[in-house]
């Protein structure tokens, strides 16, 4: 009788690694579609440091590899995408900080060629409704690493709406977005993703 149940329970357990392995192929695929599906996207974001700081602001994504993160009025600092670089202004004191989209977390939103089922892993919720999809580079974890969350909708695109991330770098500081009142397909001009150089002009925009 004990041989026979964990005979049964070894047979269950080889039966379901495929099927958990195909449902999580599956989920990837969603996700690829969804993000293949975008291309434009204007959100309310709240972002969360590591240290519990909390900022607001508006995010708007047009693809391929553009982006902008508004921050409230009062936060002298910018993040905008312009299709090859990803720059980081700092009014406050002046500074710019650049580098490649590709070399960001936030390259995986940006990139509409990009293969996530290469890097991606599908991560356990609690709720059937939501998906949660890890993304890192093994190859180069200078990159970082990004956890996108989405819910199953009818009203995104594949059925899916980006609820937001949590953003890992090198160095371990953890950053985390929500996103609310999230559109998708409205018209975004590109001189959206325009700012100006403070270290030229000192103004802020």
């Known amino acids: 009788m004990i041989k026979s149940l964990f005979s049964a329970a070894a047979a269950a357990v080889v039966v379901a690694a495929p099927v958990q392995a195909q449902s999580a192929q599956t989920d990837l695929q ?82 509409p060629t990009k293969d996530i089922s290469r890097f991606a892993t599908v991560q356990p919720t609690a709720n059937p409704e939501v998906l949660s999809v890890e993304v890192r580079d093994p190859k180069h974890p200078e990159f970082g690493r990004i956890t996108l969350v989405f819910n199953k909708a009818a009203s995104g695109p594949a059925g899916l709406v980006l609820q937001g991330w949590v ?5 371990n500081n953890r950053t985390t977005i929500r996103l609310n009142r999230q559109q998708f397909g409205a018209p975004v001009s590109d001189g959206t993703f325009r700012w100006n150089d403070p270290r030229r002009s000192g103004r802020q925009g």
């Open 30 to 111: 969603q996700v690829q579609r969804h993000l293949a599906g975008v291309t434009t996207m204007t959100a309310a974001f709240t972002q969360t440091d590591r240290a519990g700081k909390v900022l607001t602001g508006t995010m708007t994504l047009k693809r391929p590899g553009k982006i902008r993160f508004q921050y409230e009025k009062g936060v002298p600092i910018l993040i905008v995408g312009d299709g090859k670089s990803l720059h980081f202004i700092d009014y406050s004191v002046r500074q710019v900080s650049r580098w490649p989209i590709g070399n960001s977390p936030l390259g995986v939103l940006l990139d």
């Open 167 to 171: 953003a890992l770098d090198a160095q």
